[in-house]
């Protein structure tokens, strides 16, 4: 996919500007109950995104795997989910903690087998 470089960059401007506004909110109420989620947000969503966009713009034997597809598709939706579970979980972790850990553990686990994928695709492809 041509444009995949593009499409991690963007994916991550998505993340960080619900980051920031969930920022925006907790310091408005100085309530901070969710600050691990904003800090997920920004790191695993903002920050991971846009690296790999530009490290796939840096080595364009990467994005033209068929992996890369597969790898934008599970990173995305992996932290998408993690996140919003973790919404959840922060927000009540007596009622929410027993019923969601499970699938949050899942979730994560995916988002780690993410990272691998890209580790693999980055030292088998980026050569040169």
């Given at each position: ?37 904003h800090a997920h947000l ?87």
């Open positions: 996919m041509q444009n995949l470089d593009r499409l991690f960059v963007l994916t991550g401007f998505i993340f960080v500007l619900v980051g920031m506004a969930l920022g925006l909110m907790m310091s408005g109420r100085q309530d901070f109950t969710l600050g691990g989620l920004n790191l695993l969503g903002f920050v991971f995104m846009t690296l790999i966009g530009l490290i796939h713009h840096a080595w364009p034997k990467i994005r033209e795997s068929g992996l890369a597809k597969v790898h934008y598709l599970l990173h995305t939706i992996s932290v998408a989910v993690s996140m919003f579970l973790l919404y959840f979980v922060l927000s009540d972790p007596a009622v929410y903690g027993p019923k969601f850990g499970p699938f949050m553990d899942a979730s994560l686990g995916a988002t780690y087998l993410s990272v691998l994928l890209f580790v693999y695709l980055f030292w088998s492809k980026a050569k040169d």
